[in-house]
């Protein structure tokens, strides 16, 4: 008879083959998409950007919150935040033979971030094989881009190679902010601008154990051709919850039930901070002496055993991407400037199509409502097609 911790690893074997399951589904219609959508032939070189079928309904979303935010007159610092003082390193992971053009337009992003603000951006494109790296390199002076080919072996892990990129230079003052992102997260240069106005403001207000986030969405015309804006989350079945509203320097933050955008963006200080304490933890936890612990070393690199499928929920590359420093920080959403908080999930329709997931307004409604008690807005979330996806449908 297997013991418990027996009981325990095959349960986590078989949740994870699972996720490998519906991943490699995932997959293959996101390849069917590309191909129709002029995708260049696998190993072809590219210096193009994706086709954008919304921009116009996009531009226009951004103009309305654009206005509502000048409209309220807040009682916050708007000034400019990034500048010519500023570097950043921007690290992505790219699993598999993704589109060039997705990889071209995040790297468009940060190049504009350097027309606009003056700041130089290194670049650093993790690829699980030399044959998928199609996109473009030569960005000009002040975007240097580098390609690393990582084990495509670590599958989910493979999301954490980002650490290794970033260990050796936070220590140093290299860098002024760090940005890590998976390959379809559209971190805009207005995105970088917000993000860092939120944390000048928090800042302001002594609390270093809060970070600002984006909220990812996707664009999707219905059949009777109206356009809609979802908030999106990292599954189909849990779009982000309004855990409880605070405020902080005189202006309200959501604190999500999920606090996931698939990327973060982190001052060198704030950044450091949050890995003095991961690391202090993990060696206290293990009662060794932290200067010859091999598990920081490991924790740092890639080897998280089962690609940190024993975290709550059953977390995998997402947890890459913010939750490994959530125990230290509380992630936050400004409530009177959400509209520049929202970042574009480049895969239209991967996650939104299955319904049951809230417009950016019934999300920010839900957050306005909210009396002290935690707030679903997944029953009032927008049935696409009619058809609601049950959570058990998933990862079987």
């Given at each position: 008879?297997?013991?418990?911790?027996?009981?325990?690893?095959?349960?986590?074997?078989?949740?994870?083959?699972?996720?490998?399951?519906?991943?490699?589904?995932?997959?293959?219609?996101?390849?069917?998409?590309?191909?129709?959508?002029?995708?260049?032939?696998?190993?072809?070189?590219?210096?193009?950007?994706?086709?954008?079928?919304?921009?116009?309904?996009?531009?226009?979303?951004?103009?309305?919150?654009?206005?509502?935010?000048?409209?309220?007159?807040?009682?916050?610092?708007?000034?400019?935040?990034?500048?010519?003082?500023?570097?950043?390193?921007?690290?992505?992971?790219?699993?598999?033979?993704?589109?060039?053009?997705?990889?071209?337009?995040?790297?468009?992003?940060?190049?504009?971030?350097?027309?606009?603000?003056?700041?130089?951006?290194?670049?650093?494109?993790?690829?699980?094989?030399?044959?998928?790296?199609?996109?473009?390199?030569?960005?000009?002076?002040?975007?240097?881009?580098?390609?690393?080919?990582?084990?495509?072996?670590?599958?989910?892990?493979?999301?954490?190679?980002?650490?290794?990129?970033?260990?050796?230079?936070?220590?140093?003052?290299?860098y002024t902010h760090y940005l890590v992102s998976e390959n379809d997260i559209n971190v805009t240069s207005s995105n970088?601008?917000?993000?860092?106005?939120?944390?000048?403001?928090?800042?302001?207000?002594?609390?270093?154990?809060?970070?600002?986030?984006?909220?990812?969405?996707?664009?999707?015309?219905?059949?009777?051709?109206?356009?809609?804006?979802?908030?999106?989350?990292?599954?189909?079945?849990?779009?982000?919850?309004?855990?409880?509203?605070?405020?902080?320097?005189?202006?309200?933050?959501?604190?999500?039930?999920?606090?996931?955008?698939?990327?973060?963006?982190?001052?060198?200080?704030?950044?450091?901070?949050?890995?003095?304490?991961?690391?202090?933890?993990?060696?206290?936890?293990?009662?060794?002496?932290?200067?010859?612990?091999?598990?920081?070393?490991?924790?740092?690199?890639?080897?998280?055993?089962?690609?940190?499928?024993?975290?709550?929920?059953?977390?995998?590359?997402?947890?890459?991407?913010?939750?490994?420093?959530?125990?230290?920080?509380?992630?936050?959403?400004?409530?009177?400037?959400?509209?520049?908080?929202?970042?574009?999930?480049?895969?239209?329709?991967?996650?939104?199509?299955?319904?049951?997931?809230?417009?950016?307004?019934?999300?920010?409604?839900?957050?306005?409502?909210?009396?002290?008690?935690?707030?679903?807005?997944?029953?009032?979330?927008?049935?696409?097609?009619?058809?609601?996806?049950?959570?058990?449908?998933?990862?079987?």
């Amino acid at each position: 008879m297997m013991d418990s911790s027996g009981q325990w690893l095959a349960q986590l074997e078989e949740r994870a083959e699972r996720q490998r399951r519906w991943q490699d589904r995932i997959a293959r219609k996101q390849s069917e998409r590309d191909r129709a959508n002029g995708r260049p032939a696998p190993g072809e070189h590219s210096d193009a950007t994706l086709p954008d079928a919304f921009a116009a309904h996009r531009a226009k979303k951004e103009a309305e919150w654009t206005e509502e935010i000048a409209t309220l007159g807040l009682g916050r610092d708007r000034s400019k935040c990034l500048g010519p003082e500023h570097k950043m390193l921007a690290c992505v992971t790219s699993y598999g033979d993704k589109d060039p053009r997705a990889i071209n337009t995040l790297i468009a992003n940060y190049a504009d971030a350097h027309d606009r603000f003056g700041m130089d951006v290194d670049v650093v494109v993790w690829v699980s094989d030399p044959r998928y790296a199609t996109f473009r390199t030569d960005w000009g002076p002040g975007v240097n881009v580098h390609v690393s080919v990582g084990d495509g072996s670590l599958g989910h892990d493979f999301a954490g190679l980002c650490r290794e990129t970033v260990r050796p230079h936070l220590h140093r003052d290299e860098y002024t902010h760090y940005l890590v992102s998976e390959n379809d997260i559209n971190v805009t240069s207005s995105n970088m601008e917000a993000l860092c106005r939120e944390h000048r403001h928090l800042n302001a207000t002594g609390r270093d154990d809060l970070h600002p986030m984006l909220v990812r969405y996707e664009d999707l015309v219905d059949k009777r051709g109206k356009y809609h804006r979802v908030v999106v989350d990292e599954n189909y079945c849990n779009p982000p919850q309004v855990k409880r509203v605070e405020w902080h320097g005189g202006q309200r933050y959501v604190v999500p039930r999920n606090p996931y955008a698939a990327m973060f963006f982190l001052p060198a200080e704030r950044y450091r901070s949050y890995v003095s304490k991961l690391e202090r933890g993990i060696a206290m936890l293990r009662l060794e002496d932290p200067a010859h612990e091999p598990w920081i070393d490991s924790y740092w690199t890639k080897n998280v055993p089962y690609g940190v499928d024993w975290y709550p929920g059953g977390l995998v590359r997402e947890w890459y991407s913010s939750f490994w420093f959530q125990g230290f920080t509380t992630a936050v959403i400004p409530m009177d400037t959400f509209g520049e908080m929202m970042v574009h999930h480049m895969d239209d329709g991967k996650y939104a199509a299955s319904g049951n997931l809230p417009e950016e307004r019934a999300f920010v409604g839900a957050a306005r409502r909210w009396r002290g008690v935690p707030t679903s807005v997944s029953d009032i979330g927008y049935e696409f097609d009619g058809h609601r996806r049950r959570c058990d449908e998933v990862l079987n």
